[in-house]
């Protein structure tokens, strides 16, 4: 049998860590080609890039047997450019992002660069994860995320995914307890409480950092950050589909 | 009756004949802040500004009664700031985002900025509409769309939306005919074939430009592509939890 293609990108950029897990772990399953961004593109949602061209460039010495290309776009753009240019047409038969440094659970998909990698995949037809792991650090440890990063992968190959969806994979901060399995869950409602700290620069203008955290009041059990909580590696399958087709029902007598 | 609170945001900038003409229809409604990119931002999808402070400014004579503020970050951040900073926690009866120049209908609401500033309000339960005109031109013709912008608008108000729910509204470039009224729609499903154009530099280096056209080969009825080519203006209820419900329980057998 043929190796399967995959295509991984992220938004850390090809110079972290957790790309370097996810192509490790993927070597062991199929043919890898990697396409980053060359800096980093946390909180991109699915932004493309319209108004300026692309760089991009073979990257030496990412890792044994992958091919690596570094893009001055966006995860979205490096997902395009991949399947249209690097691979010239060639069926792939997963697309895989991250492993994110930081949690995308929660209200976070909407803000991911790293989901929108996957989700722009899944748009195009190709059986698409995103994994993120519950730990911002640059070093972070991933070590307790490969079985189940191949695990996952190897069970999307084998079963596919239903049409218009990709899966969302948060994994729990490594700690001295053992991951209890996974879980499939609902995506939890819960939003980022922002704060704006006002500076100012060397010229007394001002300057706004925003910061914030996540206010979650979802009790209604089965969601993301549930399962996270509970040491389970939460999988939500999320859609791209945003019609509300309840609301479309509803609002037809407004007009 | 005191008069509703409207915060108006776009993607297009601040400097755009469509977010000037949507508050200049807004202004007939309520009292009008307006914050928004100093920059053009289309394609920005949901990104959100982490690697960097933002900066903001208060923009003389943007229209008579109406204050306007011009921001260095995404559409997201705009309403995040002007809820958090300019508005200082008042409470906002409403955000409106755009005119935008040019189609958010189908595929597109996910790399929408105009979307995005719509779907931010939504997520912190404020009903929200992103408005959008199917011509790209800097100096689009928007006289058409006013009395629908009203109305909708007004609608809005005065039924509020579904929870979790924003308005994704498409208008018909302005031509000979007039439009026939409004429908509610489903997202199209549809994708963006892209291109890549190689050029070189003056230093013989490679770069290249995005392009692309939508391919809709949705037969299926009721959908936003449909109402637009009738000149209906199209309404899509969207939402921002993406959970695939139907996928939660397929998949539970998996693990």
Known sequence: MQK???????????????????AEVMSEIGEVVVIAPDTHQSGMGHAITLDRPLRVSKVKDFLPNVEAYKCSGTPADCVKFGKHFVLKGRKIDLVV?????????SIAVIYSGTMSAAIEAAI????????????FGAEADFSHTKEYVKNISLKVL???????VALNVNFPKLSEEPIKGVKICRQTDALFR?????????????YYWMDGFLQ???????????????????IVPVKFDLTDYQAVEKMKSWF
Do not use: M
């Not at 992002?97 to 659970?105: E, L, P």
């Not at 979650?216 to 996270?228: H, M, V, W």
């Open 124 to 135: 195009e037809g190709i059986p698409a994860v995103g994994f993120s792991l519950c730990d």
């Open 4 to 22: 399967p293609l995959i295509l991984i990108a992220n938004d850390d950029s090809i110079a972290a860590k957790g790309i370097k897990t996810l």
């Open 97 to 105: 992002s991250g492993i994110n440094h930081g949690s995308n659970s």
């Open 158 to 164: 084998e079963n596919g995914l239903p049409q218009g």
């Open 194 to 206: 922002e704060s704006f700290e006002e500076r100012k620069d060397p010229y007394g203008r001002a």
């Open 216 to 234: 979650n009041e979802d009790n209604g059990g089965g969601t993301d950050e549930d399962a996270l909580k509970e040491n389970y590696v939460a």
